[in-house]
């Protein structure tokens, strides 16, 4: 961390920043600027307005939603969706209302800024909550469907204006019929970009693909004149020069005429497509800020990052902007580009600024058909094939949810596909509420688990709640207490198994928290298991690691019921050290006798003792037995007593004995020279041996009535520190530590007074 | 972080130290005192007036020691309560002796600038509990069992060990 800074002046700090961080920063705006000034223009592209806007917004948007955010590496500029929506919101408006398509923009773009800051002010922010992200990746998904058909005829260089196409399918439609028309120069132009755009990332991520691309594409289009009436004709390629001129000028500030003089009607008309717009951007938002915080550790305010993104979006329609959002793009690049404050986002508006005087007259000369085909590639990008493929095997819920938002947006105008999704959500939440299973698992002898009904389970130390089904946040509140039920005057510790719940990440967040208060108020311990990756992002962001913590936090594996499995060993070794103080050893039955008796095993047994199956691999094993070193504290070597299915002692595999595994193969005239972490390595390749492979079968064993003369034989005979104590049936109920046999019997063999305190 | 881990890095820094004159008694006395926890003792170093390392002394090897000529008959389980085979006369007898007399030889010791595989080699070919750390002759540290359990599977563990995140522990 940077030391202090020397004064707390301004000038002082500015001089301090200045000399710790600006550098960094400045760089990293570069790395925005350069990845985002070909994108800022093409996103331009997909809201039906000429690329040098997309630049304004990159601009002004930026420089003010840095200023008043609160996310240091949240970069604000044009955005896929929401430039899609502004599209689907405004293309049809100039003819009807006889405005200029320009000013209308702004007027939206002003209007949904002042959304957003009021629902900053008032605190609104909780809403992005009910936008799950089922909704999100469906959205999303369409959006890109909807970017991809919509600049196929730039791709092809057609022009189906002609045609009055506005429907998704419309324009699907008109564009396919007039492929003949295709402007092959066009095409190549549009193809070479996106081929590079794909392919050069490939080479080294480090490029600035988009840049490179379409700036080859604009000088190969210059130089070979593609762009040229005269010599071109009719197959001339359209350039950024003909949608609008770009000026090589910073001189965009411009009143916008709807926000002074409003239009009411188309105000009014204009709002619900605001409030998506408002919305929609609140998320991306919200999940680029949290997503980099929790890497970074910054403490977000949600408040003033919504106060600036609203503020960027007003300040920006007095300077030729459009509705700009947190980018998700800008913001990586900026975080992995080094930058530490927001001054990075500042210095990319800047650089931007620049880019944007000094290469005018370049830029002009951008083919539309390049900035199209690396729009294709992003668009492709957008479709999260992952996570749909994922879908379709998850519950048939969220399937609905994402599926439905998606058709939505190719069905009905893009901004109300969320709302569509929003509703999907909570129709199907109707449905489901209650629907989350609660049982409780018991162990069996033979260390399965048997499921018992919730609540049903008989009282002990550690209550093990399976969770199962569909999880939707407006039954969080009542499951919270619900989950409380199961607990019992006995119960130190709850372990939570979340396999086989379907839940939304960010609930399932809020249902945990919250009950690991509820249980924090009473003392109890929460050990959580079956935690499948995308819960434990969540987790990670919303700071619950930290609080329950990691080693009470178990995630989903494979094999079946082993993170429970461990899970339960960990709640074990949790009540077992809370016993360590509290207990006393119990005489089994009777009261202790008047007449002085032979000491038994059951006198100086210790009750506290992990068991293991022997099915395991050498890989548990040592996580447990190092768990177990570490939570004792102990100098003594604890070994670990493993146990058939039955439940029946069968050998036991001493910290000695994996030392020994570890050590095996090493060749002892290179071993000196190995340093710790290859040493670490080495013994590594032995953790996939079976533990019952090496362990000690069959160690010698007393019961409980067995005397304490026997007891140190055994452990003298065959030197062991410590000896199992087993029940009638076979099974470990505790251990004889030689140590505790020693007093015992020095005790027995000295006068009280000499006896130890 | 050192890049060998020595027995310097893992042993106690204090050691717990008797005379070999003394008696078996007072020499098991701290090990006895606590039950297993933060405040056990796996061994006590056995030293002689001048404070050079003589031997080694566990509750295990105490047991081998003391009870090294105990050749009980063989002890009936059922009547075993109360028929110790002669063990608590014995044990009596020897708890009174000088520790000299019932240390058992041939524990070796390490030094401060062992490494870790050295230390593995030695604590685990014969099982010893512990293993006194011995400078110029003299004990400087106790190595435990625990220790080096816990350093060597320190080493092999890594935090995507099925996704069991590990504390990290300070090497002392």
């Known amino acids: ?757 | 972080m050192p890049e060998h881990t020595e027995a310097r890095h893992l042993m106690t820094t204090t050691v717990p130290t008797v005379r070999a004159d003394a008696t078996l008694r007072e020499a098991l006395r701290p090990m006895l005192a606590a039950s297993a926890g933060p405040n056990d003792l796996a061994a006590v170093v056995v030293v002689d007036g001048d404070d050079r390392y003589v031997g080694l002394l566990t509750p295990r090897l105490a047991v081998k020691g003391a009870l090294a000529l105990w050749m009980p008959d063989p002890i009936d389980d059922e009547h075993g309560v109360d028929d110790d085979g002669g063990l608590t006369a014995v044990l009596a007898e020897r708890l009174d002796e000088p520790v000299k007399a019932i240390l058992v030889h041939g524990v070796p010791t390490v030094a401060p600038g062992d490494r870790l595989v050295r230390l593995i080699d030695t604590i685990a070919r014969r099982r010893f509990d512990a293993l006194a750390v011995v400078e110029d002759g003299r004990p400087v540290g106790i190595v435990t069992i625990a220790r080096v359990f816990e350093a060597a599977s320190d080493l092999a563990l890594t935090p995507g060990d099925e996704g069991i995140e590990l504390g990290g522990r300070r090497r002392t």
Not at chain 1, 465 to 480: I, T
Request: proline share 4%.
């Open chain 1, 1 to 757: 961390m940077p030391e202090k800074p020397s004064h707390q002046t301004l000038a002082g700090r500015a001089a301090d920043y200045v000399r710790r961080d600006a550098r960094a920063d400045a760089m990293a705006g570069l790395s925005v600027a350069v990845m985002g000034v070909p994108q800022a223009m093409a996103y331009a592209l997909i809201a039906g307005l000429p690329p040098v806007y997309g630049l304004y917004t990159a601009i002004a948007t930026c420089a003010v939603s840095a200023l008043l955010g609160s996310s240091n590496h949240l970069v604000t500029g044009p955005t896929n969706a929401a430039c899609m929506v502004i599209l689907s919101l405004t293309a049809d408006l100039p003819a009807r209302t006889g405005h200029g398509l320009l000013e209308i923009v702004f007027l939206l773009t002003f209007i949904t800024g002042l959304i957003q800051l009021v629902f900053g002010v008032l605190k609104l922010g909780g809403i992005v909550r009910y936008v799950s992200n089922s909704v999100i990746i469906g959205f999303t998904a369409g959006a890109g469907i909807l970017i991809a058909v919509n600049q196929l005829r730039n791709v092809l260089g057609v022009d189906i204006s002609a045609d009055g196409a506005r429907r998704f399918h419309e324009v699907l439609v008109a564009t396919v019929s007039r492929v003949g028309e295709t402007n092959v120069y066009a095409l190549v132009l549009a193809a070479g970009t996106a081929l590079l755009v794909a392919g050069l990332p490939k080479i080294s991520k480090r490029l600035p693909a988009s840049l490179i691309a379409v700036g080859a594409a604009t000088f190969a289009c210059w130089a070979l004149g593609w762009y040229d009436a005269t010599t071109m004709g009719a197959h001339r390629v359209e350039i950024a020069r003909d949608i609008e001129p770009i000026r090589g000028s910073l001189a965009i500030f411009h009143v916008p005429s709807l926000v002074v003089a409003p239009d009411w009607a188309l105000a009014l008309e204009l709002t619900p497509g605001a409030l998506a717009l408002a919305v929609i951007g609140l998320i991306e938002a919200t999940a680029i800020a949290r997503t980099i915080a929790s890497k970074t550790g910054q403490r977000l305010d949600f408040t003033q990052e919504f106060i600036g993104q609203g503020a960027g979006k007003m300040a920006g329609a007095f300077f030729s902007s459009f509705a700009g959002s947190g980018s998700f793009t800008r913001s990586a690049v900026c975080y992995q580009s080094g930058g530490r404050t927001r001054m990075a986002a500042i210095f990319s508006a800047g650089w931007t600024a620049l880019t944007l005087l000094l290469f005018a007259p370049f830029a002009n000369f951008i083919p539309k058909a390049s900035l199209a085909g690396m729009l294709l590639v992003i668009a492709y990008s957008m479709i999260d094939k992952q996570r749909l493929k994922s879908s379709l095997k998850s519950g048939r819920f969220p399937q609905i949810v994402l599926f439905g938002t998606l058709l939505s947006t190719l069905v009905v105008p893009i901004q109300y596909a969320i709302f569509v999704g929003v509703a999907l959500s909570v129709l199907i939440l109707l449905r489901v509420t209650g629907q989350t299973d609660l049982t409780q698992l018991v162990r069996r002898p033979d260390e399965g688990f048997d499921e018992v009904p919730f609540n049903k389970a008989p009282a002990s130390a550690v209550a093990v709640v399976n969770m199962e089904g569909d999880l939707y946040f407006a039954a969080a509140e009542d499951l919270d207490y619900e989950l409380l039920r199961c607990i019992t005057p006995q119960t130190r510790v709850v372990v939570l198994r979340m396999k086989r719940l379907r839940a939304v990440g960010s609930t399932a967040m809020a249902i945990l928290e919250h009950y690991w208060e509820l249980l924090r108020e009473r003392d109890i311990r929460l050990v959580v298991c079956g935690i499948e990756d995308e819960l434990k992002d969540v987790m990670t962001g919303s700071g619950l690691r930290r609080k329950i913590g990691e080693e009470n936090i178990f995630y989903a594996d494979n094999k079946l019921l082993q993170s429970t499995e461990l899970a339960l060993a960990r709640a074990r070794s949790i009540c077992d050290v809370e016993r360590r103080n509290a207990e006393t050893v119990v005489l089994d039955g009777a009261d202790a006798p008047a007449v002085p008796r032979g000491i038994t095993a059951a006198d100086v047994m210790d009750r506290r003792c992990i068991r293991f199956g022997n099915q395991h691999q050498l890989r548990e094993a040592v996580w447990l037995m190092s768990e177990m070193h570490r939570q004792s504290r102990s100098t003594r070597a604890q070994p670990l007593f493993l146990q058939h299915r039955d439940g029946t002692l069968a050998a036991k595999l001493t910290p000695w004995r994996v030392l020994r595994e570890f050590a095996s193969r090493l060749d002892p005239d290179a071993v000196h020279e190995l340093d710790d972490r290859t040493l670490g390595a080495r013994f590594r390749e032995h953790f996939t041996t079976s533990i019952a492979s090496i362990a000690d079968g069959d160690p010698a064993a007393v019961t409980k009535a067995t005397g304490l003369a026997r007891a140190i034989q055994i452990g003298r005979d065959d030197d062991v520190d410590v000896i199992p104590v087993v029940s009638e049936d076979g099974h470990i109920t505790g251990l004889i530590h030689m140590a505790d046999a020693l007093r015992a019997l020095a005790r027995s063999v000295t006068p009280p007074e000499d006896a130890d305190a």
